[in-house]
């Protein structure tokens, strides 16, 4: 029954649709329906930063706010697709999920609802799947976390030269050490502890940085077990992909314990939770493609299967600087590295800046088609640089390339 009331509601939807094309050729901005799918609510940094971004292009585009409907704190299973489900069915024209692990089962919710548009938010299966309705966007958080790793190494730096860190403070090789608080070992993740290790390895060259992951998008205990662990490991600098305050919490407990450690965070500032050690953190603004995607809709012209910018449309930025704390200087060396990510001077994924085994890379096939983890077709890598998410190869980041100075631990 539920299904047959589905496609009655479908084909409903379909000829609405169809009238309203054919009177403006798209549709009004106070009939567009919306709807969003949250893997957490405001409590999480990650989906704090869509949920404004939406609700910012829908203000700039005069879109009432009474017009989408959220679901929070959906896991990544079958509750995505119920949803989902729940949204195509209350007549949302167009539906975005904002987890990668939502991907499934919004492609098969899609695939039964071909006249409604659905944005895998962070996916990587659109373009693959062969539904034109079934879309990916992701922002080039690799700058920001450059931008960020940047502003950790001016610290960074600053200590070395002041004679601050300790012996526990370097390696064997007299490299300073560094941590990152990853949520899970997947390109996205590894593509921006990458850049933030290069970013700070392209004010000290001395480097070395290990990672501990949590397992889990939002897990604020784990998270702050796993910077606590790398703190006592000798690392003087914490960064994260991981969505809550637990790590910046951990390293500011740290600092008052009478430790010299600092902290970059990720989606939201911590200064907050972490005044005396939080640097910056790198973010996204959302609501560029929010803005871009529901402008389409009311001009009834097509969304990209991928879509994917950076600098280049103010889609990246990091919070502002914790001045009481940053290292003299920080502000004009961030201002001269955004302006070459904006102008694209400056490449994050420069291969003449990393090594794999000893070896500049000079080739990478960045698209698996057979599900074997491994790259099966679209070239990375062309003159000397490794183009991380390209919307001709897809949005998600696919830099899965574990490089010469970074450690993964169990």
């Given at each position: 029954m539920k299904k047959l009331i589905s496609l009655l509601l479908?084909?409903?939807?379909?000829?609405?649709?169809?009238?309203?094309?054919?009177?403006?050729?798209?549709?009004?901005?106070?009939?567009?329906?919306?709807?969003?799918?949250?893997?957490?609510?405001?409590?999480?940094?990650?989906?704090?930063?869509h949920i404004t971004g939406l609700e910012k292009a829908m203000d700039a585009l005069g879109v009432p706010a009474e017009n989408v409907t959220y679901k929070y704190n959906v896991s990544e299973d079958e509750s995505a697709a119920d949803a989902c489900y729940d949204l195509a069915d209350t007549g949302c024209q167009?539906?975005?999920?904002?987890?990668?692990?939502?991907?499934?089962?919004?492609?098969?919710?899609?695939?039964e609802y071909p006249e409604i548009i659905f944005c895998a938010m962070t996916g990587d299966m659109a373009k693959q799947s062969g539904y034109a309705n079934l879309k990916n966007a992701f922002n080039h958080t690799f700058e920001s976390r450059y931008v960020s790793g940047v502003v950790a190494g001016m610290k960074l730096k600053e200590l070395i030269d002041g004679g601050e860190l300790a012996d526990e403070n370097y390696d064997a090789d007299g490299n300073a050490k560094i941590g990152y608080v990853g949520a899970f070992p997947y390109a996205e993740v590894v593509s921006g502890y990458t850049a933030f290790f290069l970013g700070i390895r392209s004010i000290v060259e001395n480097v070395h940085m290990d990672v501990r992951y949590t397992n889990s998008w939002f897990d604020p205990i784990g998270e702050a077990e796993a910077a606590n662990a790398l703190m006592a490991d000798g690392c003087v600098i914490i960064?994260?992909?991981?969505?809550?305050?637990?790590?910046?919490?951990?390293?500011?407990?740290?600092?008052?314990?009478?430790?010299?450690?600092?902290?970059?965070?990720?989606?939201?500032?911590?200064?907050?939770?972490?005044?005396?050690?939080?640097?910056?953190?790198?973010?996204?603004?959302?609501?560029?493609?929010?803005?871009?995607?529901?402008?389409?809709?009311?001009?009834?012209?097509?969304?990209?299967?991928?879509?994917?910018?950076?600098?280049?449309?103010g889609a990246n930025y990091i919070f502002p600087l914790n001045e009481s704390i940053v290292a003299e200087g920080t502000a004009d060396k961030v201002a001269e590295v955004e302006a070459g990510l904006t102008d694209g001077s400056l490449q994050v994924f420069d291969c003449s800046t990393f090594t794999v085994e000893g070896e500049h890379p000079t080739s990478f096939l960045a698209i698996d088609l057979d599900g074997d983890f491994e790259g099966d077709e679209g070239e990375a890598i062309t003159d000397g640089i490794f183009h991380e998410s390209l919307p001709e190869l897809r949005s998600a980041p696919y830099f899965s390339i574990r490089i010469d100075g970074i450690t993964e631990l169990s």
């Amino acid at each position: 029954m539920k299904k047959l009331i589905s496609l009655l509601l479908a084909l409903c939807l379909v000829m609405s649709l169809s009238v309203m094309a054919m009177a403006d050729g798209g549709i009004a901005p106070e009939d567009l329906k919306i709807g969003m799918v949250c893997i957490g609510d405001n409590n999480s940094g990650y989906d704090i930063a869509h949920i404004t971004g939406l609700e910012k292009a829908m203000d700039a585009l005069g879109v009432p706010a009474e017009n989408v409907t959220y679901k929070y704190n959906v896991s990544e299973d079958e509750s995505a697709a119920d949803a989902c489900y729940d949204l195509a069915d209350t007549g949302c024209q167009i539906i975005f999920t904002d987890s990668y692990g939502h991907q499934t089962y919004t492609q098969q919710v899609a695939s039964e609802y071909p006249e409604i548009i659905f944005c895998a938010m962070t996916g990587d299966m659109a373009k693959q799947s062969g539904y034109a309705n079934l879309k990916n966007a992701f922002n080039h958080t690799f700058e920001s976390r450059y931008v960020s790793g940047v502003v950790a190494g001016m610290k960074l730096k600053e200590l070395i030269d002041g004679g601050e860190l300790a012996d526990e403070n370097y390696d064997a090789d007299g490299n300073a050490k560094i941590g990152y608080v990853g949520a899970f070992p997947y390109a996205e993740v590894v593509s921006g502890y990458t850049a933030f290790f290069l970013g700070i390895r392209s004010i000290v060259e001395n480097v070395h940085m290990d990672v501990r992951y949590t397992n889990s998008w939002f897990d604020p205990i784990g998270e702050a077990e796993a910077a606590n662990a790398l703190m006592a490991d000798g690392c003087v600098i914490i960064g994260q992909h991981a969505d809550s305050t637990g790590a910046p919490s951990a390293v500011q407990a740290y600092h008052e314990a009478g430790h010299t450690v600092f902290c970059v965070g990720y989606n939201i500032d911590m200064q907050s939770v972490a005044p005396d050690v939080a640097l910056t953190s790198a973010g996204n603004d959302w609501s560029v493609y929010y803005t871009f995607a529901l402008q389409s809709m009311i001009d009834g012209t097509e969304i990209p299967t991928d879509w994917s910018e950076g600098y280049n449309e103010g889609a990246n930025y990091i919070f502002p600087l914790n001045e009481s704390i940053v290292a003299e200087g920080t502000a004009d060396k961030v201002a001269e590295v955004e302006a070459g990510l904006t102008d694209g001077s400056l490449q994050v994924f420069d291969c003449s800046t990393f090594t794999v085994e000893g070896e500049h890379p000079t080739s990478f096939l960045a698209i698996d088609l057979d599900g074997d983890f491994e790259g099966d077709e679209g070239e990375a890598i062309t003159d000397g640089i490794f183009h991380e998410s390209l919307p001709e190869l897809r949005s998600a980041p696919y830099f899965s390339i574990r490089i010469d100075g970074i450690t993964e631990l169990s």
